[in-house]
């Protein structure tokens, strides 16, 4: 979650013309940054101001939720909102007005124009700051949990202001992991994970049965690595599924990112005469080899050398599954010994 502005700047340039990208480019250095002078904040909020095109605007918008600038400039961010003809910037001016500190219900038939439109993306930042506002109104919660995504802050504050406790945010969580979004359900899935409490395991447990788009596996997977506390045991016995259903492949994944944690799990069902449990291991450490190898492993292994060097003891079960297993079996074997194989050089 901590790239998720580059990943929504990438995104945004990517989206539009050559043209129009130039400004945001020469200002990717301050909007990636984690904290900001006050002479660097002051740059990022006079681009915003002076930004014609959408995706410049966007991009700094959101940094500056993100990083909201000095209280002084809480009157030129108003005479935005009263004077711009620009309502994507009058938005974006209402919500980091309210990430300054400032709860001002003025803003609220800004907000609310933005949360009948289509972009996802404006419509979670909008819900932020109108739950922030207006905490007593739920109706928007489902976006707020979207907002996850891009700012877990700003979302996190929200969402304690229109929840009245933890049980009360599980419900909502609960909600979203349901919704007919996929972006919504990560979200969800990213979330669950970081309450760390059976309840929420439970749950991302059950998306799992049968939750079958690739980004929401993938955050089903780490928030199941990152509770392996309560969901080991479940996610094991999930290797003996058909390897060919999704909630297999959400299983493998889990396991790979559990790193070292999970080497004797795969050690155990390598060495099974199951089928769906052979190939699924070898997948989960197939994955677990690309984990270790990326430069945010750190991220999931508190000692990268060590987990890299208990996936290497899996490399002769692996071998003799890729000689003695059937046509299926060999191809994640060998898989899985070419990915091990990249740890070695």
């Given amino acids: 979650m901590k790239k998720t502005t580059f990943l929504l700047i990438a995104a945004l340039l990517a989206a539009w013309p050559a043209s129009a990208q130039t400004s945001l480019q020469n200002a990717l250095t301050l909007l990636q940054k984690n904290t900001r ?6 740059q990022v909020l006079q681009l915003f101001r002076s930004a014609k095109d959408p995706d410049t605007v966007f991009a700094t918008g959101a940094s ?14 108003f005479n935005l909102i009263l004077k711009s ?8 001016s209402a919500v980091i007005v309210t990430a300054m500190g400032s709860s001002h219900e003025e803003l609220i038939p800004v907000l609310q124009e933005a949360l009948t439109g289509k972009n996802n993306v404006l419509r979670a930042y909008a819900a932020g700051a109108y739950g922030i506002i207006n905490p007593k109104d739920n109706t928007y919660v489902q976006d707020v949990v979207l907002l996850y995504i891009y700012d877990p802050d700003f979302a996190v504050r929200a969402m304690n202001l229109l929840a009245d406790g933890a049980k009360t945010q599980l419900k909502y969580l609960k909600q979203a992991s349901a919704a007919q979004d996929a972006q919504t359900r990560a979200a969800a899935a990213s979330w669950l994970g970081t309450l760390h409490s059976e309840a929420a395991a439970k749950q991302l447990l059950k998306m799992a049965k049968t939750e079958d788009n690739a980004d929401v596996q993938a955050a089903l997977a780490t928030a199941l690595a990152a509770n392996r506390t309560y969901t080991l045991q479940t996610v094991t016995k999930g290797l003996r599924q058909n390897y ?4 297999a492949n959400t299983y493998a994944l889990a ?3 559990m790193t070292g944690n999970a080497v004797e799990t795969l050690r155990q069902a390598l060495a099974s005469s199951n089928q769906n449990e052979q190939i699924n291991a070898s997948r989960a450490a197939a994955y677990m080899a690309g984990v270790l190898a990326n430069p945010d492993a750190f991220h999931f292994s508190s000692d990268r050398a060590f987990d890299s060097s208990l996936l290497k003891s899996l490399i002769a079960p692996l071998k003799t599954l890729a000689l003695t297993g059937n046509d299926s079996v060999k191809v ?3 898989n899985a010994l070419r990915q091990i194989e990249k740890l070695m050089v």
């Fill in 64 to 77: 500056l939720v993100k990083i909201p600038p000095a209280k002084t400039m809480e009157p030129a961010l």
């Fill in 37 to 42: 002078t006050a002479a660097e904040n002051q």
């Fill in 255 to 257: 396991l790979g990112f």
């Fill in 85 to 92: 003809d620009d309502p994507l910037k009058q938005t974006f």
């Fill in 244 to 247: 060919q259903t999704p909630a």
């Fill in 332 to 334: 994640y074997a060998e």
